[in-house]
């Protein structure tokens, strides 16, 4: 006797819901661990684009900044170079200033007049001496003031002395000294036409 098992129609569609649920479930957690590949793999291509203009932004970076430190560097050179130009000016005036003054003031120096003291301090000069009476020391300061190196020449004092029995004046004048002075304006000169005399009218 021949016995053939026959499933209901219900067990079979409920068996083909189960497979299918299956393949939803698989295809969806393929499609799910696809997707979390496709967005990690996105995301380190990005991060490693990032790093390399990181590190080129870093890398220009320091260029820049070495070439500021660079005209930093020549600004400061170029500062020192000024002041050590400025220094060496100044020494090659003072170095011949004091010798051009010196002359000026011998020059100035009546004959009846001797100097004994010589004091600069700052621009400022301070000179003592003798002459012979009021009038020698009054030239003296006339010449000072018409001297360039000299401005605002002032007698200090005068004080009537006994040297080797003879009277002298002793004398002190400051003045402010210009090493360098601004140079001197040229002027025209004027050449006078004289007029011719006149002749004598002839005779009657």
Known sequence: ???????????????????QDIVVTVLALGGTVALCVAVF???????????????????????????AKEVNELQVKIASL???LAVID???KKKV?????????????????????????????????MAID??????FLKALQASKYFKEVELVETIQTQ???????KFSVK????????PEQQQTKVVAQKTAAPTGGANP
Do not use: H
Not at 42 to 67: C, I, K, P, V
Not at 103 to 124: D, I, N, Q, V, Y
Not at 134 to 139: C, E, H, R, W, Y
Not at 175 to 182: A, K, N, R, V
């Open 163 to 169: 040297q080797d029995k003879a009277a002298f004046k």
């Open 82 to 84: 000024k002041q050590k």
């Open 1 to 19: 006797m021949i016995r053939i098992n026959l499933l209901s129609t219900r067990e079979i569609e409920a068996e083909i819901g189960r497979r």
């Open 41 to 67: 793999l996105f995301q380190f291509f990005r991060t490693t684009m990032l790093q390399r203009e990181l590190a080129a932004l870093r890398t220009e970076m320091a260029s820049m900044e070495g070439e």
């Open 134 to 139: 009021n009038q020698t020391i009054a030239d």
């Open 90 to 92: 100044d020494l090659s």
């Open 175 to 182: 003045s402010s000294l210009l090493y360098q002075p601004p």
């Open 97 to 129: 200033g004091p010798v051009r003054v010196m002359e000026s003031l011998s020059a100035s120096a009546p004959e009846r007049l001797w100097l004994t003291e010589f004091k600069e301090a700052g621009g400022s000069l301070t000179v003592t001496g």
